[in-house]
């Protein structure tokens, strides 16, 4: 009877201490590790999916005016061209999502406050949020 006791004692100490461990902040901390990180192509997606949803705002390239569905789409079609070459969602921006490959001239987004930025900005920083959740 006093060895079942142990026995039982001891499963309880153990489970109690895999809990606490489990709780402890090194865990709680690395809850990201845990998550499942986006790949390249991903967040590629997320990014394309980003200039979607920009509703209110105005891309322009070359000097003409578009809906963001319509850049995304522009955006969409020069990634499917040219995936192969692009490593990281990073090259996405910089090769592709940054400026025209015929005139060199940066690509914009007017918000619609009438702030003018380049897509490589916006979508530095939207990479850089994408790459903290």
């Given at each position: 009877m006093k060895i079942r006791v142990m026995l039982g004692m001891a499963l309880v100490v153990g489970l109690l201490s895999a809990g606490v461990a489990a709780?402890?902040?090194s865990a709680v901390n690395s809850?990201?590790?845990?998550?499942k990180a986006l790949t390249e192509k991903q967040k590629v997606d997320r990014l394309l999916e980003f200039i979607r949803s920009l509703k209110d705002a105005t891309f322009i390239r070359n000097g003409s005016e578009h809906?963001?569905?319509d850049a995304a789409k522009h955006l969409q079609a020069k990634w499917e061209k040219h995936q192969s070459?692009?490593?990281t969602a990073e090259e996405f921006i910089e090769s592709l999502a940054s400026a025209s490959g015929l005139t060199g001239e940066p690509y914009r987004i007017r918000f619609a406050d009438g702030t003018t930025v380049t897509t490589k900005e916006v979508l530095m920083q939207e990479l850089?949020?994408?790459?903290?959740e």
């Open positions: 709780a402890t902040p809850g990201s590790s845990l998550r809906n963001c569905e070459k692009i490593s850089k949020r994408l790459e903290q």
